[in-house]
């Protein structure tokens, strides 16, 4: 806490806090927003106790909200007994200091929040890296004057993380860390491309399963898998990606990662922070797309992530929609409409288990459409080829002759990698 008298109560109490919405002048937008920022702060273990709402087509440099809204601000503030104030959007270094001047409790903005919760939800070594990586690439220019120490920024949400104590350093410290963060990092990026190489040695298709947060995407894993990945109902629950092995119906395997969530303009620290781990869904050869169609901003919600997908790179994948919790929706033929106007889509309930026969045909059509046609001579001590052409692919002929095999299939990609060398 900041010290101010009415904000001292125990430590085991939520912070109060006030939301501050401000972007967008749009309805069904700005209720979408504010919806967001609710999840957020209840995923951050903060209590909302007030809600102020400003429009503006320029924000005021100084404030974001302008002077008059920054007293009225303070007065709800003491009226409240709020710890803390979330501005749903990103302040400067500037307006953060004067809105915490004129209100006297601490200020954040929605950045600080989310980095916030991927500091509770860091779990293995390399999440806590990166998280610790983002919080500081994002304070770096947040400290004023040299050698200014972030302890002003005190305890409590927005300032938590696996770096907590690291964080009392000067500028030149903090460049120190960070160059080091991102040399660990790279290590264990190298790390996770060794462990994908020796998965893509196996002759199993990877897919990736990506989504909005809170979407369904630890649970479906669960479902087709067996596995028992972690879930929670609060967003950002996974930072840490999980592959598992899936068998389909018709005896193919595939290997499906779950990924962490997105939202709505992921911080761009995050964006590059967390690059290793979303690296995973650059390297997948399909997407999975859970989509919460319950939620009344589902449109909303799969526009963003495709667009962090284009940002990644990560578009024009074969992708299939996969509309997730229909089990809260009650109109059923609203469903198969929607179904039948996305291609390679599918409506489904993970947590009821519903749908997922439908899902798996999906998935199988979708591996048979990106298979690679091949024609190869095979020595006939390759002959283990042709099984593997069989087990993950289409065998269309296959002649045994004097010289070697002669063998016309479509497979997976890494199969025909393996082909390449025998083709005629």
């Not at 002077?67 to 500037?94: N, Y």
């Not at 790279?186 to 196996?202: S, T």
């Not at 028992?228 to 592959?243: G, K």
């Not at 291609?343 to 199988?364: C, E, F, T």
Request: charged share 25%; aromatic share 6%; proline share 4%.
């Amino acid at each position: 806490m900041r010290g101010i008298p009415h904000t001292a109560r125990a430590t085991v109490e939520p912070e109060r806090a006030i939301l501050v919405l401000c972007h967008s002048e749009v309805a069904d937008e700005d209720a979408y927003w504010a919806e967001e920022m609710r999840a957020l702060s209840q995923s951050a273990g903060v209590q909302v106790v007030a809600e102020m709402r400003q429009r503006r087509h320029n924000p005021d440099g100084a404030t974001c909200i302008g002077k008059g809204k920054a007293q009225a601000l303070f007065v709800l503030a003491r009226e409240k007994e709020a710890d803390l104030i979330i501005f749903d959007t990103e302040l400067t270094p500037i307006q953060q200091r004067n809105l915490e001047q004129i209100t006297q409790v601490r200020v954040i903005d929605r950045t600080q929040l989310i980095l916030d919760i991927f500091a509770r939800r860091a779990r293995s070594r390399e999440g806590a890296l990166q998280v610790e990586l983002a919080q500081l690439l994002y304070l770096m220019p947040r400290l004023s004057g040299k050698g200014t120490a972030l302890s002003r920024l005190g305890g409590g949400i927005g300032t938590r993380g696996p770096g907590e104590t690291k964080l009392e350093m000067d500028r030149r410290r903090i460049r120190e860390r960070i160059a080091h963060l991102r040399g660990e990092l790279a290590e264990l990026r190298r790390q996770r491309e060794h462990q994908r190489a020796a998965r893509r040695r196996l002759p199993f298709p990877s897919g990736a399963i990506v989504g909005y947060t809170n979407a369904g995407k630890s649970t479906l894993l669960n479902v087709l898998s067996g596995a028992q990945t972690y879930v929670d109902q609060r967003v950002f629950a996974t930072l840490d990606p999980t592959t598992r092995r899936v068998v389909l119906p018709d005896g193919w395997s595939v290997l499906l990662t779950d990924t962490v969530g997105f939202v709505e303009n992921l911080p761009p620290m995050l964006l590059d922070a967390f690059r290793a781990t979303l690296e995973e869904v650059q390297e997948a050869d399909f997407l999975l797309h859970v989509i919460d169609i319950s939620s009344p901003y589902w449109e909303l919600q799969r526009d963003a992530v495709e667009t962090t997908l284009v940002e990644l790179g990560a578009d024009g994948k074969p992708t299939i929609l996969v509309f997730n919790k229909a089990d809260r929706v009650r109109d059923t033929y609203w469903l198969r409409q929607l179904v039948a106007e996305h291609p390679n889509a599918v409506y489904i309930s993970a947590k009821q288990a519903q749908g997922i026969p439908h899902l798996m045909d999906r998935i199988v059509q979708t591996l048979q459409s990106i298979l690679v046609s091949v024609e190869v001579w095979l020595p006939y001590e390759s002959s283990a080829l042709v099984a593997e052409c069989y087990e993950f692919g289409r065998v269309l002929s296959v002649d045994y002759q004097e010289r070697g095999i002669h063998l016309r299939a479509q497979v997976i990609p890494s199969v025909a990698a393996k082909l390449q060398p025998y083709s005629k």
